[in-house]
Every structure is written in structure tokens, then in C-alpha cells.
């Protein structure tokens, strides 16, 4: 079973401050995704990374894959307060085009 | 990409009831899939349902518990059955394309379920 540890999984930020959210595992992905959740709302894809080392740029949001393609961080510039939402990393694993989530990120920017 | 609609969006339920769930894509799609979410939490797939044939359950959930139907390639409905306050939670389907897309998901916005 692939397991997906995303840290931290809670953050409360100001307007304007930057953070970071990581997603590790000790497996080897083709390729993994970031999604996000607002509430009330099903999760929406932002992106998928696929190469080693790859980086991938949306908006203000900076998403990293890592080298032996096991971990992802994504990285976001000058928060703002539409970006409050639940942010979480996803892979696929086995047949089917199974998802496997991790925890997530609860995300909050104060204005 | 596809656009899915969920009904209920939200239900009040007593115990020992059960609920069906609707799930209906604008198109026809390979994989469609359920999956349960504690408010603030994460997604745990339920099962892969099938069109034709039974659904494809994951560990720790049953059919008897979760019935799952697939009458065709752009609909689907999940019961929730026997209902208890454990049942309560967010429940999602959502679907996978095929072809170039076939790696992205498309999700409904959910049925929010209390069960009292």
C-alpha cells in the first residue's frame, strides 16, 4: 500500500505571507498530483507532475517534483485569502486508475 | 474534462435508514469511483464501480454495507445502508476519462450525510 505523508496538516497564515506544503513517501510514483478543495465543493486538480526534478509553475503556486520522484512540495507566493481551502496530494497506484490520497492541508489565509 | 452532478448534496438521516446516492456525468466515461471524506479530512475510495458488472470494493468496505450500481457509462448510485452516526460524512464520486485525460479525476461536490 502506498502511503502519502503530506505535512503540516494544519497552517494559518496572514495575507501575504508564503508557505509550503510537502506530500513524502518512501514509494516511487510515475507521477503525482496536487489537488485542491474548497468548502462545500469536490477537490479540483491544479496539476500533475510526472518527470523527476520537474517544476511546475500556476499563477503564484510553485510545484516541485522530487528527483527520485518519491516526494512533491508546493510552494505558494504571497498568499491570499482565496486560496483558503484543503490541499491534497494524490498518486496513482495499481490498476484502474486508483487514487491514493494523502491527509491533506487545511489551509487558512487571514486576510 | 466532465461535469458531475450529485443529489442529494445533503441529508439528515435517522438510524437503521439507508440512502441512496446519485451520481450523473454529462458524458460517457470509463471509471467511475466513490469515495468518503471526514469534514476537513481526506478521501478514502469506497469502490470502483463497474459498468455491467459489480463493483470493486476496498478494504474494509462491503457490498452489503454499500451497494453500488452502474447501469450505464454516465450514471451511478452508491446506498448507504443501515445507516449509523458512524456513516455520517461526505461522500464523493467521481469519474476518470480516457485517452490523453485518462490520469485526471473529476469529482462531484458531494452528498454531506448526518446520521442522528
Known amino acids: 500500500t502506498q502511503l502519502l505523508e503530506q505535512s503540516p496538516q494544519f497552517l494559518s497564515i496572514q495575507e501575504g505571507e508564503n508557505l509550503t506544503v510537502y506530500c513524502n513517501s518512501s514509494?516511487?510514483?510515475?507521477?503525482l498530483q496536487w489537488y485542491r478543495q474548497e468548502p462545500g465543493e469536490g477537490p479540483v486538480l491544479l496539476v500533475t507532475v510526472v518527470t523527476g526534478g520537474e517544476v511546475k509553475k500556476l499563477k503564484r503556486l510553485t510545484f516541485q517534483f522530487g528527483d527520485a520522484r518519491k516526494d512533491s512540495s508546493l510552494h505558494i507566493t504571497a498568499a491570499q485569502p482565496g486560496d483558503t481551502g484543503l490541499y491534497l496530494c494524490a498518486a496513482f497506484g495499481g490498476s484502474n486508475y486508483k487514487l491514493t490520497f494523502g491527509k491533506g492541508t487545511l489551509l487558512t489565509v487571514n486576510p | 474534462s466532465a461535469v458531475i452532478s450529485q443529489k442529494p448534496s445533503r441529508d439528515i438521516c435517522q438510524r437503521g435508514t439507508s440512502l441512496t446516492i446519485q451520481c450523473q456525468v454529462d458524458s460517457q466515461v470509463t471509471m467511475m469511483f466513490w469515495y468518503r471524506q471526514q469534514p476537513g479530512q481526506s478521501l478514502t475510495l469506497i469502490a470502483t464501480?463497474?459498468?455491467?458488472?459489480?463493483?470493486?470494493?476496498e478494504s474494509g468496505f462491503v457490498i452489503d454495507k454499500f451497494p453500488i450500481s452502474r447501469p450505464n457509462l454516465t450514471f451511478s448510485t452508491l446506498t448507504v445502508s443501515n445507516m449509523s452516526p458512524e456513516d455520517s460524512s461526505i461522500y464523493l464520486c467521481s469519474v476518470a476519462t480516457s485517452g490523453a485525460a485518462k490520469n485526471i479525476q473529476y469529482f462531484g461536490a458531494g452528498t454531506r450525510l448526518s446520521v442522528l
Open positions: 514509494s516511487v510514483f510515475s507521477s
Open positions: 464501480a463497474n459498468q455491467g458488472s459489480e463493483a470493486t470494493y
